[in-house]
């Protein structure tokens, strides 16, 4: 029988082995509450993306913008997970056009 290959990238190794290292859970239920934690600056992250997208336009671009919306705060949300409710901040734009289907 041939041996099973580690299928998994390195970075996701990497990333992992410093969650571990970082929180030093000592068992599955710790483990859940580091990964819970990380989640809602992940998920933020990824809508900063999405909203950089939508404007057309990085955060802290102070360069000629395509468009006159410009980003104006966040508002606090909930976001249910398997892991129980997790605080998340959701950039807003002036023209409220901004809509993540996630939320």
Do not use: W
Not at 48 to 72: C, F, I, V
Not at 81 to 86: A, N, V
């Amino acid at each position: 029988m041939a041996l099973r290959r580690n299928k998994r990238s390195p970075a996701s190794i990497a990333l992992a082995q410093a969650i571990i290292h970082e929180y030093q859970p000592k068992n599955a239920e710790e483990m859940q509450e580091a990964i819970k934690d990380i989640f809602g600056p992940t998920f933020e992250a990824m809508l900063q993306g999405e909203m950089d997208a939508h404007l057309g336009y990085e955060s802290n671009d102070h360069g000629p913008k395509n468009t006159d919306n410009r980003r104006n705060g966040y508002t606090g949300k909930s976001v249910k997970s398997s892991y129980g409710e997790i605080p998340v901040e959701v950039p807003r734009d002036r023209d409220s056009s901004f809509f993540h289907c996630l939320l």
